[in-house]
């Protein structure tokens, strides 16, 4: 039986459904896998989004963490030398990866990255991008999180025949369940429950809290917002290192309502009294939870999106402005006026729910965990993909 190991730094609840799905897949090809992971470190915890997986396939392991940069050590190394592929995370910061990534270039052990292949957020150090792109070509295969991820690193000399686009998503049927059953009397009730008129255009946020999503913007946003739609309500989801300082914010603003961490049945609900999803910038796999709230999502052209922008089509399920707040609630009044045009990027986003699912993530995991282990033939796809603007 051929022996899987992935190494995770802790536990998302959105990566549990993946996980789950993917070892029943690889058991059924005789493939044993272990998922190995830490507790997240106490800045961690504040966001209230990790889990523990089942003991047939999780692997929960001390982390030693060193440095205010987050650097890790996680004790797998003999676990790591004895599995056939090894798939870790394209991070610099975890120490595991600068032992395993050499010797899977001097033809010792196979190795995997999985990631970005470029890492979009500002102010990197030059050296860690710099050893970031000279190990692009160092692992055996490549877990691209997307197409456009895929095209990138065959731009930097990675064949493709050793990139897996597993096109990153996350188990969004429990909110299209949840929807399902939800009628206009109970969307109504949820509203009067969140002191929301039935009429009243209501843009909601649902992420982590931190500065990489540009919160103090949003809330300028959202009062240019307020000024040009009296009516107008923001719902705020999440929880983060930046949630003290919102609730300071917003203590005194009747019209704006955070609703803390919410999961299943509750996001969903939230979900479906809101008009639009809107998230400034970092946009990434809280774009599934938009479609799958039948939400288009309004965001801005920012430097620090990651890969699921791509998902973005703008003018079908979404829409896209520049980095200023006033163009962006612009461009949002604007769209509650035109609630025809609203509508129907609302059906767009809908349909784009079913473009990126868990189970088929799950899949292109599989198949790409058989191709580098040389259990199937490597098969290559066009990688057409639609670039937001």
Known sequence: MKTVLIIQRQMKLYRAPLFAKLHGLLREEGIELTVAYSAPPHRETQKKDTCALPTEYGLKVKGYSFLPEGLLYQ????????????????????????????????????????????????????????YRRITLNWVSWWFAYTKGTAKYLESQGVPMSRITAVQNAVDTLEIQEHLKGLTREDRKALRSRWNIPAAAPVGIYCGVLDKSKSLPFLLEASKLLKA????????????????????????????VHWAGTQFGKVKAELLS????????SAVGLAILDAFAGGLPIVTTRHPAHGPEIEYLEPGINGL?????????????????????????????????????????????FANGIQSCLGLRETIRKPLGFQRAS
């Open 75 to 130: 004790p797998v190394m003999r676990k790591a030398l004895r599995s056939d592929l090894v798939i870790v995370e394209q991070a610099n910061r975890h120490l595991l990866n600068h032992v395993l990534v050499p010797l899977s270039r001097a033809g010792l052990c196979r190795v995997a990255f999985w990631g970005h292949g470029k890492n979009g957020q500002p102010n990197r150090l030059a050296f860690s991008e710099w």
């Open 228 to 255: 040009a739609n009296p009516d107008f309500h923001l719902i705020l989801v999440g929880a983060g290192p930046e949630q003290v300082e919102l609730q300071k914010r917003i203590d005194s603003i009747t019209w």
């Open 273 to 280: 009294i809101s008009d639009v999803f809107l998230l400034p």
């Open 320 to 364: 896209m402005t520049n980095h200023q707040p006033g163009a962006y609630a612009q461009e949002v009044t604007s769209l509650f006026a035109a609630r025809d045009f609203l509508a129907r990027l609302q059906l767009g986003a809908k349909a784009s729910a079913g473009k990126y699912s868990i189970e088929d993530m799950a899949a292109n």
